[in-house]
C-alpha cells in the first residue's frame, strides 16, 4: 500500500499511462519510503461529460483532498 487512482479525459495512449503511473509510484517511493512493490496505480478515463459528476463528488466532495486543483471543470465542456 499505497494505492494511487487517476482519473484523466480520455485521449492518452496506454503509453502515457504506464510512464505517468511509473513516475507516481517512483514519487511515492521517494516521498514516503514505501516499498515500491506495495504501490498499484488504477487510470480511469472520462469525457468532459462524465467529467462534471465525478468533479462533484471526487474534488469538491472529497472530505479527504490535499491537493486542490484551480480550474472550472465547466471550461471542458466548451473545447
Known sequence: MPHVSIKM???RTEEQKL???EKLAEALVEAIGCNPSHVSVSVED???EEWQEE???EVEENAHLVLKPDYD????LKK
Open 9 to 11: 479525459l480520455k485521449g
Open 19 to 21: 510512464n505517468a503511473a
Open 46 to 48: 472520462f469525457t468532459p
Open 55 to 57: 468533479y462533484r463528488t
Open 73 to 76: 471543470p465547466k471550461e471542458l
